[in-house]
């Protein structure tokens, strides 16, 4: 499996290295994932048997089973799940480092030598399982830098010095070189185009909702799509420096900087568990050596404060509850890739969110129609519009034939049809000429008025793109298409600012797109125009303002930002592969009004916590001023050990029971 390390070098060093040594890699990491998958999935199995055998301890201790049934199922529990907490907690000890995997081998060492199985088999399960869905998260994260690399083809098309077109490795492709790209081609590099006009559906970079027209002098990213026409461009940049290339590096490094926050159970543990071990061991040896006391009364008395002290209440208290706490948020269609961020998540301040299919559908739809030549009847207008519509497989001109479509317009027969790029298209209809296009198109054929433009200007302000209709009589219709606001925004923000929580829209449509649809949601804050490291910049400045801040998105533009975010949401739907492994939390159904569900959650989840730990540390301390006083017992210590265990359990359960809509 690649590591973010390797993907830094392999993606983003010498461009010049070779074909052979990148296949080889390719190799080595395709046998390294191929070695590696077993072994999760063999930890897996495992943990699975050692959560029935753990139940089965239990079972089999509150129906009366034979002890060594119970013994039995407990070991085989603490066996398949624990090797690896004891092995990281004898090296902890070895080296004087009481640290979180020490002090679970302490306690459920402890548990078993005074004959709680049961106890002792949950308490590493829970813990192992915690455990496990950290590890995994981090690896799916890991991936998804990986899955960034399959975006930008490996070979281009480039003219040799002869005139020759041959297919090169990309990364062997010189600055200043010439490549070729066909429709429906990825681009393989960065550049400028020389020759030739198309669309480029720039959403994975970007982020826009529409495809871009690209003509002469335009710039090209890698891992965009061609759609429609052939073109030439001029490499501007190395592999190793593309866009996408700098994505990945920006995803690595945001993910490397988001250093996992320490447990407080792990904090606490450096000073609790010493800090007991003294105090036992001053019970045991003080008063005997310096008061006459009875040797086996005062040892006896250490016995029970240790068993007392046994961390086993505090340390189960957490991994309960947030299992409980991912259980709930899966049962509400939120998938949280870890305790740690759902923890987290009670801090949000600000919540970022870009705009194309988080807070809009990603899919234009044709909004508006003004007939301009009253003396054509209306269903003319529209069935001429539509007949020339229907022959483009343009975006835009897909929304108005749809549009058509529903309203049952009839279609009419085109002659000498023609795509004019970066304008629109023309045909004849009836044997007269007829154009549909945007602006640029409408000046060329000498269409356009003052009325017309400060029609055209209302609408493009309001975030939507203007196509019109002419005929050789003059201007004959115009249609507005915009990609629309989905019904749960609105309900979303308004919940988010009702938490507390401010918002911002990070687009890269234009600023007036991003400015009108962040006025209809009520979203505080909105920018357009942003390519993916400037909306990282933006969380940044978010950040380095002393709060915490979310991002949510779903494409592979929003990565380096959803990776630098203290929380990421991707739409889990829709969203892209490399935005879901690389976000924090996924939103199932795509519904934003998830998000001030997860942060009710992480709050409700933050404050089970704080009474586990409260009850268990007061149980504690209550018992541990008994035995001091000469009023405790061994099964007095048993007694409250288990019984705080219980309580913690129960009290982390209720959460599953919670609605947080």
Not at 350 to 367: C, E, F, M
Not at 572 to 595: F, H, N, P, Q, S
């Amino acid at each position: 499996m690649l590591r973010p390390e390797e993907i830094g070098k392999s993606c983003c060093g010498d461009s010049h290295q070779s074909a052979n040594r990148d296949k080889n890699n390719e190799k080595d990491n395709e046998r390294s994932t191929k070695e590696s998958e077993p072994k999760r999935m063999g930890g897996a199995w495992l943990l699975v048997l050692a959560c029935v055998a753990a139940v089965s301890s239990e079972a089999a201790s509150w129906l009366g089973g034979p002890p060594w049934l119970v013994a039995g199922l407990a070991v085989a529990a603490v066996s398949a799940s624990g090797f690896g907490t004891y092995r990281k907690g004898l090296v902890a000890i070895r080296y004087g480092n009481l640290n979180i995997n020490a002090l679970m081998s302490i306690a459920v060492t402890g548990a078993m030598i005074i004959g709680q199985w049961p106890e002792a088999a949950m308490v590493m399960v829970l813990f192992t399982l915690a455990e496990f869905i950290e590890a995994k998260s981090l690896q799916r994260a890991r991936d998804a830098i990986a899955k960034l690399m399959t975006l930008s083809p490996d070979t281009a098309v480039v003219q040799q010095a002869d005139g020759a077109w041959i297919e090169r490795n990309a990364r062997d492709v010189e600055l200043g070189a010439i490549v070729r790209v066909k429709p429906g081609e990825r681009i393989a590099l960065d550049g400028n185009i020389v020759s030739g006009q198309s669309t480029v559906n720039q959403a994975p970079i970007t982020g826009e909702s529409l495809p871009v027209e690209k003509t002469t002098g335009d710039t090209v990213f890698a891992g965009t799509i061609n759609e429609t026409g052939a073109f030439e461009f001029r490499v501007t940049a190395a592999a190793g420096d593309t866009t996408l290339a700098r994505i990945i590096r920006a995803v690595d490094g945001a993910q490397g900087a988001k250093a996992p926050t320490q447990r407080f159970v792990d904090r606490f543990a450096r000073i609790y568990t010493p800090v007991v071990f003294c105090v036992a061991l001053a019970v045991a040896l003080v008063p005997p050596l310096a008061f006459g006391g009875v040797w086996l009364t005062w040892i006896y008395r250490a016995l029970v404060l240790l068993v007392i002290a046994c961390p086993c209440a505090l340390v189960i208290s957490t991994p309960v509850t947030i299992v409980s706490g991912l259980a709930a948020a899966a049962r509400h269609g939120i998938l949280v890739k870890g305790g740690a961020f759902l923890e987290r998540g009670r801090r949000l301040r600000w919540i970022a969110l870009d705009k194309t299919g988080t807070i809009t559908h990603g899919k234009p739809v044709q909004t508006e129609y003004q007939r301009l030549d009253p003396q054509l009847d209306e269903t003319r207008v529209r069935a001429l519009a539509a007949s020339l519509a229907s022959r483009s497989d343009h975006p835009v001109s897909r929304a108005i034939a749809e549009a058509a479509d529903k309203a049952s317009v009839p279609r009419i027969a085109v002659d000498r049809f023609e795509a004019v790029p970066g304008r629109g298209v023309r045909g004849v209809i009836d044997a007269r000429p007829y154009w549909l296009g945007n602006h640029r198109m409408m000046e060329e054929i000498g269409c356009c008025s003052v009325d017309v433009e400060r029609r055209v200007d209302v609408l493009e302000r309001a975030g939507k793109t203007v196509v019109m209709l002419a005929g050789d009589e003059g201007l004959l219709g115009l249609f507005a298409v915009a990609d629309t606001v989905k019904d749960s925004s609105r309900g979303a923000i308004a919940r988010l600012h009702r938490l507390g929580v401010r918002t911002a829209m990070l687009s890269g449509d234009n600023p007036h797109t991003a400015q009108a649809i962040a006025k209809k949601v009520g979203i505080d804050r909105a920018e357009g125009g942003l390519l993916p490291e400037d909306k990282l910049r933006v969380i940044e400045e978010i950040a380095a303002s002393g709060v915490q801040v979310g991002m949510v998105g779903d494409g592979i533009n929003d990565a380096p930002a959803l990776a630098r975010a203290d929380v990421g949401f991707a739409m889990g739907a829709m969203g892209a592969d490399a935005a879901i492994e690389t976000a924090d939390v996924a939103l199932m159904d795509d519904d934003l009004r998830k998000i001030p569900a997860f942060i009710r959650l992480s709050r409700a989840t933050h404050g089970i916590l704080t009474q586990n730990i409260a009850i268990a540390l007061v149980v504690k301390g209550v018992f541990l001023g008994l035995t001091l006083a000469g009023l405790g017992s061994m099964w007095m210590a048993v007694f409250a050990d288990a019984g705080a265990s219980l309580i913690v359990v129960g009290n982390g359960l209720r959460l599953l029971r919670k609605r947080f809509d």
